[in-house]
């Protein structure tokens, strides 16, 4: 293009975004519309698990179809994330018709809109366009928010970053906790290393705007594994860190929380370990702790909790795999936090009762915690299962049983 662009804010909130396609470029890019508050349409064959658990909870609507012109009908800009250029140029003709600004990321000499590079640093958000040149406006980008003092950190060692295992033809990984929800909570370590990564394998649970910050040129991977839904083994998940790695790639294996809370980040390392493939592991905020927290509920408080225990719900307390002494847990006096125990929380808190935890403890509830969508149901462990089933309580949840949930309301 011979002319700059003129740059523009735009306030979505309540308005319609078309999105087509439904891809690692949709992956990226539909948080940041969402965190905008748009009503996102998209439109597509076929979802990334990321993405259909986004379209199962109602955040935005599926059409899973391929494109038709009525679809940008009532919209107020649309995002290309295919790249099919015949399919691509279809939406530009429909747009054009329509006076409907439209991203193309096949194609940004023939889009008439450009994504910015973006950082945020509390109410202030910067957006860099680079004349074309995405990795120009990275580069932009990463000094205005190292001067804004968003991310800011020390940096590492060689020898500190790889670790102590030998590299193999510059590859390597690293196992990073992006946090509960929040993406400001992801370490400075953590943000550092996405900065830095050729490939990143990312969950469900990690936050979509560190997504959105990614160079354009990064690989990204989608191993959500959605509960109760479609995923990927976990043999896949070793097999793919373990190839890239071995040709030479950075990878960033990008998890929600803690990558060794509950997040199988041992079996990961031994994988790595074993094709000798270089590992960092960076600690990350556990949902664990920072769910109760976000709801106003400490773990432990004076008086009230001196111990709290974290414990896998994902078997129900008959299961013959179950590792969990529920009826040793129910003779503590302290927190319990329960992971990825909604589906079986009714057996859970009746196992609790039978062994002598009071009916009346009180317990709650934490849905998508420290996002904007976080929600809280407060209730007692002989209610709560009912309680969250009537509330439409969804994952990822955060169950806490013990007196503190109500500790600081005194």
């Not at 590079?117 to 990463?142: E, Q």
């Not at 307390?317 to 847990?329: G, K, Q």
């Amino acid at each position: 293009m011979s002319t700059s662009p003129y740059p523009l804010g735009l306030r979505l909130d309540g308005r319609r975004v078309v999105v087509v396609g439904g891809g690692a470029v949709a992956t990226r890019r539909v948080p940041a519309l969402l965190d905008a508050g748009a009503d996102v349409l998209l439109v597509a064959p076929e979802l990334t698990p990321a993405l259909r658990a986004r379209a199962d909870a109602g955040r935005l609507r599926w059409v899973p179809r391929r494109f038709a012109p009525e679809d940008l009908d009532g919209a107020w800009l649309v995002q290309v994330a295919i790249d099919d250029p015949i399919a691509a140029e279809s939406v530009s003709v429909a747009a054009a018709e329509r006076r409907i600004f439209c991203v193309r990321a096949d194609d940004r000499t023939a889009a008439t809109a450009w994504t910015p590079a973006v950082t945020r640093h509390g109410p202030v958000t910067v957006a860099v366009l680079g004349g074309g040149n995405p990795r120009r406006a990275m580069t932009v980008r990463d000094a205005i928010r190292d001067l804004l003092g968003a991310r800011q950190g020390p940096q590492l060692t060689p020898a500190a970053e790889e670790g102590s295992l030998p590299n193999v033809g510059g590859g390597r990984v690293a196992l990073v906790g992006a946090g509960p929800g929040d993406p400001e909570l992801i370490t400075v370590r953590g943000w550092r290393l996405l900065t830095e990564a050729d490939v990143v394998v990312a969950d469900r649970l990690v936050p979509g705007l560190l997504l959105d910050e990614l160079r354009p040129d990064v690989e990204l991977v989608d191993a959500s594994k959605i509960p109760y839904g479609p995923s990927r083994a976990q043999e896949e998940i070793n097999q793919i860190l373990v190839d890239r790695a071995l040709a030479g790639a950075v990878v960033v294996r990008l998890k929600g929380g803690d990558p060794y809370v509950f997040g199988r980040g041992g079996e990961e390392l031994l994988a790595c370990a074993a094709a000798g493939v270089p590992v960092t592991v960076v600690p990350g905020v556990t949902s664990s702790i920072a769910a109760p927290a976000a709801a106003g509920i400490p773990v432990t408080h004076r008086g009230v909790a001196h111990e709290f225990t974290v414990v896998s719900g994902h078997l129900a307390p008959d299961a013959p795999a179950s590792l969990v002494r529920w009826e040793a847990l129910a003779g503590l006096r302290g927190t319990l936090v329960i992971l990825m125990g909604l589906k079986n929380l009714a057996a859970i808190a009746a196992t609790l009762i039978a062994h002598g935890r009071p009916p009346e403890t009180p317990a709650a509830v934490v849905q998508e915690a420290t996002t904007g969508a976080q929600r809280v149901l407060r209730s007692t462990l002989d209610a709560v299962a009912a309680d969250a089933l009537a509330a439409d309580v969804r994952p990822p949840a955060v169950v806490v049983v013990g007196d503190v949930v109500g500790a600081l309301d005194r």
